[in-house]
């Protein structure tokens, strides 16, 4: 056994002695080819100036100029274009307190007179979208919302005299309501330049705007008035919503944010004197572009899976804008005074903006179908709309304008990104522009109709079921909205 061991030991030592040497001469080979390498690789550095060699050291290769999108000052622009819906919606949302004094000025007007000031208000504010949208394009948001914010100013001073009905349509309905599309256009597609990634989130925000001014509005309202009378009411509401025009300027556009990015990744790289060249040119390459807009896109207006949008908000304006402008109208058919209204309303526009921020969240966390979603919110709000006539009190109607809020707050948290989705970033300026417009015209009508009707009823309960019916039969139209896209896919292919 001993000998047999020593001979296999033996023999593995010979064999770690031959592996051994032959993994030596490896390594000896190996180290003088690199050897030769570096000798060489010196050389070729020897003949390098030294500042080059400074310049590739310090100048980073991989160093890109951050995007604009989601990041940064894209938040800025949200907040202001918050508050200036904030503004602009909470002048609208207030109207319906505003519309109950002045029938107190103006006693013989009829319901569809006095409902003329709320059309032009509400119709103008819409029907001139698509061209506000082109104008923003062309002339900057800054310029568009300055503009806007002297027409809101000018059309409430001129209200002071107080000379007719008719008056006050144009000055507080139509010169307002022109001023109001001028200022709130221009944030919106900031909005969508902006943001990617999160433009659910970004819109519910913006969108948040909008109740929040009902909040702050309708109370302050009805204690201006009491206070200092609906002409010294105008005046206070003229200096408020000229501040419109500080956040304004904070609406600084996209191209200009991206050059702004651009210079500052430029100074940063600017390390040695061939730094600055290579920055600019790496910077170039990848600097993130906008979507050239189109001002005005008509061809939207032959696409069957648009006019599915276009056919379902003339059904849902009878309800969406309405509903707020004469809920107090309702209110003060049950018994309740202005207080009590500008509660209501206060009320209805808090839950609204926790409803917005908070679907906004929820579907981008979520992932889930957005057309689905939106179809039933115009279901649940068509629901509250039957329920409102059968309230008879104050805290009946707190539980279904909660009712109505989430439907309303689905719907302006959503409709923007499925615009966007379904029609390219590009086109928004036409496709919300077109939406709008839809919406300012059925406004022109709808506010003096359903004003008839409660003429010819004396009562407020047909109105909220011609409302109600209109929402479900919105639902039912662009629940087909997923299958008219696919015959148009099929219709390409």
């Known amino acids: 056994m001993p000998p047999a061991v020593q001979d296999s030991t033996g023999h593995s030592s010979s064999e770690e002695e031959h592996d051994t040497a032959h993994s030596s001469g490896e390594e000896q080979h190996g180290t003088a080819h690199s050897s030769g390498e570096e000798q060489e690789q010196g050389q070729n550095e020897g003949h390098q100036p030294i500042h080059a060699m400074i310049q590739m050291s310090l100048c980073p290769e991989s160093s890109t100029p951050p995007s604009a999108r989601d990041r940064g000052y894209a938040w800025v622009v949200v ?30 007007a009829s319901g569809a007179a006095a409902g003329l000031i709320i059309g032009l208000l509400m119709g103008t504010r819409g029907l001139l979208t698509p061209l506000m949208g082109a104008m923003a394009v062309k002339i900057g948001p800054r310029r568009s919302i300055l503009t806007g914010t002297l027409l809101v100013t000018l059309g409430l001073l001129l209200a002071i005299p107080k000379l007719s009905i008719h008056y006050m349509a144009a000055t507080l309905g139509g010169l307002v309501g022109i001023g109001i599309c001028m200022s709130e256009t221009p944030g919106m597609l900031l909005v969508t330049d902006y943001f990617m990634e999160k433009l659910s989130f970004a819109n519910g925000i913006r969108a948040s705007g909008n109740p929040m001014g009902g909040i702050l509005f309708s109370p302050m309202v009805v204690f201006l008035n009491d206070q200092f009378g609906l002409q010294g009411t105008f005046i206070l509401l003229a200096g408020i919503m000229m501040h419109i025009a500080i956040f304004g300027m904070l609406m600084r556009p996209v191209e200009l944010q991206e050059q702004i990015l651009h210079r500052q990744h430029v100074r940063k790289t600017q390390a040695g004197p061939g730094c600055a060249e290579k920055g600019n040119m790496k910077a170039a390459a990848v600097t993130h572009k906008p979507f050239p807009k189109k ?33 107090p109208a309702y209110g003060y058919s049950i018994g309740l005074n202005n207080y009590q209204n500008s509660i209501i309303s206060s ?23 957005k057309a689905y979603i939106f179809t039933a919110g115009l279901v649940v709000g068509g629901l509250a709309c039957l329920l409102v006539t059968l309230c008879s009190a104050m805290w009946q109607l707190l539980l279904v304008t909660t009712l109505y809020t989430i439907g309303l707050a689905i719907f302006w ?35 003096s109709l359903l004003g008839l009707m409660q003429d010819l009823t004396q009562s407020m ?11 479900f039969l919105g639902a039912a139209i662009f629940s087909l909205q997923p299958l008219v896209a696919k015959m148009c896919k099929r219709a390409k292919e």
């Open 79 to 108: 907040v202001g274009v918050f508050w200036i819906n904030t503004l602009c919606a909470g002048y609208i949302k207030s109207f319906g307190i505003t519309y109950l004094l002045l029938l107190e000025h103006f006693p013989d």
């Open 295 to 327: 001002a005005l896109d008509f061809t939207l207006l032959w696409n069957p899976q648009y006019l599915i949008y276009l056919v379902m908000v003339l059904f849902s304006n009878l309800s969406i804008p309405q509903f707020l402008l004469y809920l």
């Open 347 to 369: 009320y209805m526009s808090a839950t609204d903006c926790i409803f917005r921020i908070s679907c906004g969240f929820l579907v981008q966390k979520l992932n889930v179908k």
């Open 413 to 447: 948290a959503l409709i923007n990104t499925l615009l966007t989705n379904d029609f390219g970033p590009e086109s928004i300026a036409s496709s919300w522009g077109f939406f709008r417009m839809t919406q300012g015209i059925t406004n022109f009508i709808y506010p």
């Open 461 to 471: 309960v047909v109105p909220f079921l011609i409302m109600g019916a209109a929402l």
